[in-house]
């Protein structure tokens, strides 16, 4: 499983859901399906603005686990760890929980946004990563 955390540089500072737009965008580029794991109800719903508002030349489709088309949609937003669908090749996670993700995708991305719940579990889970033999990247953007 390969394992890239994203922390909210300069760059995504004052529109850091755009960061998850973009990493979107590039999985569903090489083909790769999407699950968000989003903190709560209202991430999740700022997320789908974001996904809606991203870039006009873009289409990101997604859904909300519950909607009838979230079984068909290559992006799908979801509540929690617990929703985790092992099937799923690319997880983009924003929980805050300290311990790592099972290995079930392919590929992990773990975002970690600028407050200090956000960076305080990162840090937990980049170790934990670690420690359980994988090779995590960092990147700022």
Same mark, same amino acid.
């Given at each position: #499983?390969?394992?890239?955390?994203?922390?909210?540089?300069? $760059?995504?500072? *004052? +529109?850091?859901? #755009? @960061?998850?737009?973009?990493?979107? /965008?590039?999985?569903?580029?090489?083909?790769?399906?999407?699950?968000? @794991?989003?903190?709560?109800?209202?991430?999740? $719903?700022?997320?789908?603005?974001?996904?809606?508002?991203?870039?006009?030349?873009?289409?990101?489709?997604?859904? #909300?686990?519950?909607? *009838?088309? /979230?079984?068909?949609?290559?992006?799908? @937003?979801?509540?929690? +760890?617990?929703?985790?669908?092992?099937?799923?090749?690319?997880? @983009?996670?924003?929980?805050?929980?300290?311990?790592?993700?099972? +290995?079930?995708?392919?590929?992990?991305?773990?975002?970690?946004?600028?407050?200090?719940?956000?960076?305080?579990?990162?840090?937990? +889970?980049? $170790?934990?990563? $670690? /420690?359980?033999?994988?090779?995590?990247?960092?990147?700022?953007?």
């Amino acid at each position: #499983m390969r394992v890239d955390f994203y922390t909210v540089g300069e $760059r995504f500072r *004052e +529109r850091p859901l #755009m @960061l998850v737009c973009k990493l979107c /965008a590039k999985a569903l580029d090489v083909g790769l399906d999407v699950q968000i @794991l989003c903190v709560d109800q209202a991430q999740a $719903r700022a997320i789908d603005e974001a996904l809606w508002a991203f870039d006009p030349e873009c289409f990101l489709p997604h859904a #909300m686990d519950g909607e *009838e088309d /979230a079984a068909f949609a290559p992006i799908r @937003l979801s509540i929690g +760890r617990a929703a985790l669908t092992p099937s799923t090749p690319f997880v @983009l996670n924003l929980t805050v929980e300290p311990d790592p993700l099972p +290995r079930t995708a392919a590929r992990l991305a773990e975002v970690v946004l600028d407050d200090d719940a956000s960076k305080l579990a990162g840090r937990a +889970r980049f $170790r934990s990563y $670690r /420690a359980a033999g994988l090779d995590p990247k960092h990147h700022v953007l």
